[in-house]
């Protein structure tokens, strides 16, 4: 079973930058599809970006033109560089990975996936 571990979570300032890593124990068919999901407090968990293939990252609105998602296949870690942090930002964010195509990442099942992270802490002050 593929192992996630996350790290490079801290407090920022807002407008600040923080780069999230995510170790994989190895990359196979079930990492086809890598992504973050984030869930602050009091909210539902939601997928905010996915990646397959260098040209193929997608993104949730609430991130699009600030998170930009990477992976390094010799490295088998995926990344999160997160620019221009805003309090909304705060959350807990979990990598994760899935056999099946990133289409639909937002709405896909947490639980369902192939492989889960235990989460790293983010937090944004004004």
């Known amino acids: 079973q593929v192992q996630l571990v996350e790290s490079g979570g801290g407090s920022v300032q807002a407008g600040g930058s923080l780069r999230l890593s995510c170790a994989a124990s190895?990359?196979?068919?079930?990492?086809?599809?890598m992504g973050w999901f984030r869930q602050a407090p009091g909210k539902e968990r939601e997928g905010i970006a996915a990646i397959y293939s260098p040209d193929s990252a997608t993104y949730a609105d609430s991130v699009k033109g600030r998170f930009t998602i990477s992976k390094d296949n010799a490295k088998f870690t995926l990344y999160l560089q997160m620019n221009s942090l805003q309090p909304d930002d705060t959350a807990m964010y979990y990598c994760?990975?899935?056999?099946?195509?990133?289409?639909?990442?937002?709405?896909?099942?947490?639980?369902?996936?192939?492989?889960r992270g235990q989460g790293t802490l983010v937090n944004v002050s004004s």
């Open positions: 994760a990975a899935d056999g099946r195509h990133c289409r639909g990442w937002a709405f896909r099942p947490f639980n369902a996936l192939d492989a």
């Open positions: 190895e990359f196979t068919y079930k990492t086809y599809c």
